[in-house]
């Protein structure tokens, strides 16, 4: 089996041009509002614009974050975004709400939905009510094993559910389940679940029990994922689509990353 899609992140449009340039087959990428990396450069309308075509004219595909949970009084205006994203021409949206994909199904069924992993789908009841839902692409929690996906979609192909796997392969890992963490939201008023987190796992923290200090350093702060060299397994486990993750690195790391992992899948 071979992998269909290598997926690059861009968090601007001079990050987007080089990770086309290395060779992403898809970049996912984020406008000023309903992203999950609000501290990002992100992309105006027009420059989410300027980057579609340029993607375009060079094979690549544009997925674009919609991936936060909305306020009720939010719902217009994310619907009119949505709507703008449709005409503008972006591949899909991945999306968090659950509310959302009964709008995007009920008002905008055409455009293209990819569940984000804070969704929390990560079995095959959950991925076919997903397809059932007009979700195209199920991105899968990094807690999920190969084996795990692999079964899945045997069941899913066995029963001739469409659906492409989407799993992250290299880059920060969050602490928490699939990212569902409101430690920050708790701490500082900056809600994770809002593209806001402050990173309160990346600190060094002191653990005591019973008045002893039994650990210092680094106790909630996770190593990088890098799947370098098991690819090929997890394209044999089903997977359609390899991530990257990095909305907020410079478009050097970007760059190597995308390269290294072109180089290799090929």
């Known amino acids: 089996m071979v992998l269909e899609e290598l997926l690059a992140p861009a968090g601007s449009y001079e990050v987007l041009v080089i990770a086309v340039n290395a060779g992403a087959d898809a970049v996912y990428i984020a406008g000023q509002n309903y992203g999950a990396r609000a501290y990002a450069k992100n992309f105006t309308m027009d420059e989410i614009e300027k980057a579609v075509k340029y993607a375009h004219l060079n094979g690549v595909k544009v997925h674009v974050t919609v991936n936060t949970l909305i306020n009720n009084f939010e719902i217009v205006d994310v619907m009119k975004y949505l709507f703008e994203l449709y005409k503008i021409g972006v591949d899909a949206v991945i999306v968090q709400d659950f509310g959302l994909i009964w709008l995007l199904k009920t008002f905008i069924p055409d ?75 708790y701490n500082s008023g900056r809600s994770g679940n809002r593209g806001a987190c402050a990173q309160p796992c990346r600190r060094e923290y002191r653990l005591k029990y019973r008045g002893y200090n039994i650990g210092n350093g680094f106790l909630l702060s996770t190593h990088d994922l890098a799947t370098y060299n098991i690819i090929q397994e997890i394209t044999d486990a089903g997977v359609t689509s390899l991530k990257l993750e990095g909305r907020m690195k410079s478009g050097d790391y970007i760059g190597t990353i995308v390269n290294s992992y072109r180089n290799i899948i090929d």
Request: net charge positive; charged share 25%; hydrophobic share 35%.
């Open 111 to 185: 455009l293209e939905v990819h569940a984000s992993t804070q969704m929390g789908l990560n079995n095959y009841s959950s991925i076919k009510w997903a397809g059932k839902n007009n979700i195209k692409r199920v991105v899968l929690p990094r807690e999920v094993s190969i084996e795990q996906i692999r079964q899945t979609t045997e069941q899913l192909k066995k029963d001739n559910i469409d659906m492409d796997i989407e799993v992250f392969g290299h880059g920060a890992l969050c602490y928490c389940v699939s990212g569902k963490c409101y430690m920050s939201s």
